[in-house]
């Protein structure tokens, strides 16, 4: 069956063109607003954009970073975070989605940890790991928090949401016991850990901005982000928010295409 | 039919199902059930509502381990649930993240079959059960009728000694049952399966059957059979077949009512 569209960023477009008016209507309400407002904390998007990207490449005498050393910088917290939280949180998600004894025990501290927004461990954070001088580390054990839960939720519901006839059916097809966990358990939760991935994703890099705001850190998105404002310079400033969103959008991007390539 | 070494040979079958937390909450679904069938037999199984009979058929599959009894086929007893004994499921039991023909192909992967090899069998199945076109498409793509052609051919793929059919046609609507029931049949003669399928359907029982096995209300033992001696295609609407439905539907009624009755005293039953 052939499906009628344009494929941009994954999404199939039967009309790509409300996509592109929607964009330009974007810019065009921004624009008027900006000229609108007047004031210098309200630039307009061909400011902003020239702003963004001469940073990328640029250096101040007060800030030894472009704003690619700075977008490296958050992504570097973000990677290594997201590495400990699959690590931890896969595994252990499995193992709780598929034994009721085990998800009884892990509950009460899980369901008492998870409320907790990661940005409120940073205070915690920074003093364990202030012992070692180690304030990156500090950042990556936040992302880690915010990266964990919810891709432990949705893989224990992925787990659990697997029609028990499909087992059945497996059986009956000569699997052995062995062979559900690879054909039946991880092919079926893919999109629910995937998903979870993906939440996780937004929220540690919302944290990793909104920890880089405080006087902790001295570079990344979010310290760009404050300095320039500190400093008036609200183009650069309105840049490093568009560049925020712009590496969202790429990472929930990939990942999307990630799980498409996992299912092949 | 051979009694001394019946294909399948289902002796004093019982099952009872044991409540872990209250060790005297316990539920009979069969009870010494007995039963030959020969090979290439097509034996339909008809049952009130929650006599046990989908238990009784998971028994033979192996999915479910009887409390007394054995199943022998072949003359070797059963081990387990495994790829000789296909299953087709009320609600089809697909993979929904597997394409058609590779719900198909799946008793082949796990063979290890190369993928050429596996290509062109489940091809052949494809063409069997008439779903040429679909083989890329998803369970969810697909009707009622047209998934559980899919379930029939996945079990069917690993050539099995017997194929179990549990209410399969009982998820859809009357007019494509009609159309899976004249299919199975179809399917049968290409196959020469032996083919245990349970309905509550009488009519389904009698058109399809060359035995109508009639269960009694839970605990599920054998209250009748019916040998069905009518050539096929059979005429839902001629006599021989309206004298048969009347003798089973009166056996099935008795249970029926019995079902009801053991509901309102709740009971081991007999």
């Given amino acids: 069956m052939a499906k009628k569209g344009w494929m941009i960023f994954g999404n199939r477009h039967e009309g790509w063109f409300l996509w592109i008016a929607g964009f330009l209507a974007f810019i065009v309400t921004w624009w008027l607003l900006a000229l609108w407002v007047d004031r210098p904390y309200r630039p307009t998007p061909p400011e902003v954009f020239i702003a963004l990207v001469e940073s990328l490449y640029t250096t101040t005498p007060r800030d030894p970073n472009t704003m690619s050393d700075h977008i490296w910088a958050s992504l570097y917290r973000v990677f290594w975070g997201l590495v400990f939280a699959l690590a931890l949180a896969i595994p252990l998600g499995y193992l709780v989605g598929y034994s009721r004894p085990v998800e009884q025990f892990v509950s009460p501290a899980v369901e008492l940890l998870r409320p907790i927004p990661p940005i409120a461990w940073l205070p915690f954070a920074i003093v364990m790991f202030s012992v070692a001088g180690d304030f990156p580390a500090a950042a990556v054990f936040i992302i880690f928090l915010g990266i964990f839960f919810p891709v432990l939720t949705n893989i224990v519901d992925g787990v659990k949401g697997i029609d028990d006839l499909l087992y059945d059916a497996a059986l009956t097809l000569g699997a052995r016991q062995r062979d559900l966990v690879r054909k039946i358990i991880l092919p079926a939760s893919l999109p629910s850990m995937m998903t979870g991935i993906r939440i996780g994703v937004g929220v540690g890099w919302m944290t990793i901005v909104a920890a880089e705001m405080t006087p902790v850190f001295s570079e990344g998105l979010g310290w760009y982000i404050w300095d320039r404002a500190e400093v008036f310079k609200y183009d650069e400033m309105w840049a490093g928010m568009l560049m925020i969103g712009i590496i969202g959008i790429i990472m929930i991007k990939s990942l999307t295409y990630a799980e498409r390539w996992l299912q092949r | ?270």
């Avoid at chain 2, 009694?3 to 399948?8: K, L, R, S």
């Avoid at chain 2, 060790?23 to 929650?50: K, M, Q, W, Y």
């Avoid at chain 2, 899919?150 to 017997?162: F, K, M, Q, T």
């Fill in chain 2, 1 to 270: 039919m051979n009694d001394d070494a019946p294909f399948i040979r289902i002796r004093n079958l019982s099952k009872s199902f044991v409540d872990k937390n209250d060790p005297t909450d316990v539920v009979h679904a069969v009870r010494d059930f007995n039963l030959a069938i020969a090979e290439g037999e097509f034996v339909v199984v008809v049952g009130p509502s929650g006599c046990g009979k989908t238990t009784l058929l998971r028994c033979i599959a192996g999915l479910v381990e009887p409390t007394r009894g054995n199943v022998h086929i072949r003359g070797r007893p059963l081990e387990g649930p495994g790829a000789e004994r296909g299953y087709v499921f009320q609600s089809f039991a697909l993979f929904p993240w597997r394409t058609v023909r590779r719900n198909i192909e799946f008793g082949l992967e796990l063979k290890g079959m190369p993928k050429e090899e596996r290509r062109r069998i489940s091809d052949e199945y494809i063409d069997l059960v008439g779903l040429q076109g679909f083989e890329d498409s998803h369970p969810r793509e697909l009707s009622g009728g047209m998934q559980q052609r899919v379930g029939l051919a996945r079990a069917l793929v690993n050539d099995p000694e017997v194929l179990l059919m549990d209410e399969p046609f009982g998820s859809l609507d009357a007019q494509t049952r009609n159309i899976m029931q004249t299919e199975v049949l179809k399917i049968w003669n290409r196959t020469h399966k032996t083919i245990i399928f349970v309905t509550h359907s009488v009519d389904e029982s009698i058109y399809l059957a060359d035995r109508v096995v009639v269960l009694t209300a839970r605990p599920a033992s054998i209250k009748a059979i019916f040998p069905v001696d009518l050539p096929r295609p059979r005429d839902r609407a001629s006599d021989p077949f309206a004298h048969i439905r009347h003798e089973v539907l009166e056996d099935l009624t008795e249970e029926v009512l019995r079902g009801i009755e053991q509901m309102d005293k709740p009971g081991e039953g007999p």
